[in-house]
T-cell receptor, first 115, second 112 residues
Framework: GAVVSQHPSRVICKSGTSVKIECRSL??????MFWYRQFPKQSLMLMATSNEGSKATYEQGVEKDKFLINHASLTLSTLTVTSAHPEDSSFYICSAQTGPDQPQHFGDGTRLSIL | GDSVTQMEGPVTLSEEAFLTINCTYT??????LFWYVQYPGEGLQLLLK?????DKGSNKGFEATYRKETTSFHLEKGSVQVSDSAVYFC???????????FGQGTILTVHP
């Protein structure tokens, strides 16, 4: 149980394009989803917290117009990297939880490479 | 704010050796504590957790005890296997709604 599916697992695209990453909770309803960014050999940096049906809460220093987050249902959240540039290349990971006292369950991550 | 500090790696061990990865935290109140494991190219998997002082989390031969007096949650395993090679993250969750604070991660490599 508690499976989180993230898609795509890897994407390579040209500078200036927009990229959408999906995060789905397959067997549970996620009231909250989180988006992280991980640089090589570093820890996870929380980008934003997303609650179903409301606007995402972004961490300090994260551009909300650059990283658009939509949490339209209890099983799906999307992260769109708009007008991506090489410095946006990174490993993006989502997680989901059923409530504030429950563990976060993580997706397998998306390796984004911008050429 | 809350913070989590892990011992610096990488850690390299021979198979069947004893493993300890140190983790200490600072937080207001009494956070829940977690260990996550990340295999190459994958997301994080919850390894074990403890929600209050003196709780011991255990899973797959790993264990960690929530020590309030030393603000620590050290990860231990009596006999590591090659398949345990991964990155291990200690994390705390305090009063903020569900938000986790991660340590920097410790790379573990186990040789046959």
């Amino acid at each position: 149980g508690a499976v989180v599916s993230q898609h795509p697992s890897r994407v390579i695209c040209k500078s200036g394009t927009s990229v959408k990453i999906e995060c789905r909770s397959l067997d549970f309803q996620a009231t909250t989803m989180f988006w992280y960014r991980q640089f090589p050999k570093q820890s996870l940096m929380l980008m934003a917290t997303s609650n179903e049906g409301s606007k995402a809460t972004y961490e300090q220093g994260v551009e909300k117009d650059k990283f658009l987050i939509n949490h339209a249902s209890l099983t799906l959240s999307t992260l769109t990297v708009t007008s991506a540039h090489p410095e946006d290349s990174s490993f993006y990971i989502c997680s989901a939880q059923t409530g504030p006292d429950q563990p976060q369950h993580f997706g397998d991550g998306t390796r984004l490479s911008i050429l | 704010g809350d913070s989590v500090t892990q011992m610096e790696g990488p850690v390299t061990l021979s198979e069947e050796a004893f493993l300890t990865i140190n983790c200490t935290y600072t937080a207001t109140g009494y956070p829940s504590l977690f260990w996550y494991v990340q295999y190459p190219g994958e997301g994080l998997q919850l390894l074990l957790k403890a929600t209050k002082a003196d709780d011991k989390g255990s899973n797959k031969g790993f264990e960690a005890t929530y020590r309030k007096e030393t603000t620590s949650f050290h990860l231990e395993k009596g006999s590591v296997q090659v398949s345990d090679s991964a990155v291990y993250f200690c994390a705390s969750r305090g009063t903020s709604y569900g938000k986790l604070t991660f340590g920097q991660g410790t790379i573990l490599t186990v040789h046959p």
